[in-house]
Every structure is written in structure tokens, then in C-alpha cells.
């Protein structure tokens, strides 16, 4: 019977048949006493062979940016404050003037300035943009001694902690102007399927360690990614 199959699987593959028809066809191979088998499971049976017969096919799609929010979905090392009439931003929107607000709940192991650009969409940085009319300072990002000796596991900070606190800032907020700007991913590979990637290029992504494919094949689904 199996050489039977095989060979109903590959004429229906060449014809591009559905699922309908190769359960039939399925049914109409099956033995006398296997015909009474309830049309789920020979559909279970026909789908389970095709698949060991075909390749999955990997599709890697733009995520909604609603889905993931890495502020919201990651644990962060920095707190993030914006003030914006328009937008609301980071982790805390504070009341008053920024900077009342910082002599008030500093100082802060590190503190580093947040600027927006705001022309067509919006994208963040801890750098200022080179146009000033469309973009200026909305914040910062801050971490206080005690997160940062937590963080590390020492009771005494020096400027190595200090470098990689900074380190660990600017990824957050690399990964925040990813969220802004929309470049949010998720993949389907056969019975696997995964969203909440972020990045820009795909070796940001985590996509290459998260997908069990060779690495040419998710290169080549970025490249033709979807959105």
C-alpha cells in the first residue's frame, strides 16, 4: 500500500490538488477494511505524509507594532521620561518642567537625553538629529545607583559599570526606535511560527537564532520579507 501512496502524494503535488481531492484520493488507495476510517483521520494520514514529502516553506511578515512594546513586553535596566504634547512616549510621562523633574527624583547613576524626530513618522535616539526644526529633545533614559549595583551584583560602581550601563541604554532605546518606526517581524515555517522580533537588519532580529532553518534560507525569506 505504501508505494501506492507515495505515488498518489507525488501526482497530486505535481497537479497542485487540494487538500479535498488528496483526501480523496487517499480513500479511494485505502484497502477494502480502511475505507470505513473516519475522513479525519484519513485526512490526518494524507497530511501527515505530504508534509514528510514537502519542504515547509519559510514566510517571515511585519508584526503590528500593537502586538509587542518593548518597554511594555521586556524587562529594561533604564526607566524611560518623555514629555511630548502630541505623543505619549517611554515608560513615564511626567507633569511640569523636565528639568524640576530631574533636580527632584535624581541623581542617577546615568542619565541620557532622548531626542525625537518627528517628519513623516517618528524615530528616537540618545544623539541629536542634524535637522533642529523637525526634532529636539523629549527625554531621558536613567538608571539610579541602586538598579545598576542590583543589575550587576556589587555593592561598589565604577566607570566599567558605568560604560556598560550606557552599553545596555542605547540598545533599549535602539530597540524602542525599532518598535517606533515599525520594524517588528514574526516568521511561519511549516508547523512553527513565532512573532515580536525587532530590528532594522536581520541580524538584529534574533530571527537567525530562533528559526531551525539553514541560514541561507532565512536570509533568503528576508530578503523577500512580507510588509
Same mark, same amino acid.
Given at each position: 500500500?505504501?508505494n501506492?501512496l507515495?505515488?498518489?502524494?507525488?501526482r497530486?503535488?505535481?497537479?497542485g *490538488?487540494?487538500?479535498d481531492?488528496l483526501?480523496?484520493?487517499?480513500?479511494?488507495?485505502?484497502?477494502?477494511?480502511?475505507?470505513?476510517?473516519?475522513?479525519?483521520e484519513?485526512a490526518s494520514?494524507?497530511?501527515t505524509?505530504?508534509?514528510t514529502?514537502?519542504e515547509?516553506?519559510?514566510v517571515?511578515?511585519? @508584526? @503590528?507594532?500593537v502586538?509587542?512594546?518593548?518597554?511594555?513586553?521586556?524587562?529594561?535596566?533604564g526607566t524611560?521620561f518623555?514629555? #511630548?504634547?502630541r505623543y505619549?512616549?517611554g515608560? #513615564? !510621562?511626567?507633569?511640569g @518642567? +523636565?528639568?524640576?523633574?530631574i533636580?527632584?527624583?535624581g541623581p542617577?547613576?546615568v542619565?541620557?537625553p532622548?531626542?525625537?524626530?518627528? #517628519?513623516?513618522?517618528?524615530?528616537?535616539?540618545?544623539r541629536?538629529f542634524?535637522?533642529?526644526w523637525?526634532?529636539?529633545?523629549?527625554g531621558?533614559?536613567?538608571?539610579?545607583a541602586?538598579d545598576?549595583r542590583?543589575e550587576f *551584583?556589587v555593592k561598589a560602581?565604577? !566607570?566599567h #559599570?558605568?560604560?556598560?550601563v550606557?552599553?545596555?541604554?542605547r540598545h533599549?532605546v535602539r530597540?524602542?526606535?525599532? $518598535?517606533?518606526?515599525? !520594524?517588528c517581524?514574526g $516568521?511561519?515555517?511549516g508547523d512553527? +511560527?513565532?512573532? *515580536?522580533?525587532?530590528?532594522?537588519?536581520?541580524?538584529?532580529t534574533?530571527l537567525?537564532?530562533?528559526?531551525d532553518?539553514?541560514?541561507?534560507?532565512?536570509?533568503?525569506a528576508?530578503?523577500?520579507? $512580507?510588509?
Open positions: 500500500m505504501s501506492r507515495e505515488e498518489t502524494v507525488a497530486l503535488l505535481a497537479s *490538488g487540494s487538500e481531492i483526501v480523496a484520493e487517499f480513500a479511494q488507495d485505502l484497502p477494502l477494511e480502511l475505507v470505513e476510517a473516519s475522513m479525519d484519513i494520514a494524507a497530511m505524509i505530504k508534509k514529502v514537502t515547509p516553506v519559510l517571515i511578515r511585519r @508584526d @503590528d507594532p502586538n509587542i512594546d518593548p518597554r511594555r513586553d521586556w524587562d529594561n535596566l524611560m518623555c514629555w #511630548h504634547r505619549v512616549l515608560d #513615564h !510621562q511626567p507633569s @518642567d +523636565s528639568g524640576l523633574w533636580r527632584e527624583y542617577f547613576f542619565q541620557m532622548l531626542y525625537l524626530y518627528d #517628519h513623516g513618522g517618528i524615530t528616537m535616539s540618545t541629536p542634524a535637522c533642529g523637525d526634532s529636539g529633545q523629549v531621558w533614559i536613567v538608571v539610579k541602586e545598576a542590583r *551584583g560602581l565604577n !566607570q #559599570h558605568r560604560r556598560k550606557i552599553e545596555i541604554l533599549e530597540a524602542y526606535d525599532w $518598535y517606533l518606526t515599525g !520594524q517581524w $516568521y511561519e515555517y512553527d +511560527s513565532c512573532w *515580536g522580533f525587532l530590528g532594522e537588519k536581520l541580524e538584529d534574533g537567525l537564532e530562533a528559526i532553518a539553514p541560514r541561507e534560507v532565512i536570509e533568503a528576508w530578503e523577500e520579507r $512580507y510588509g
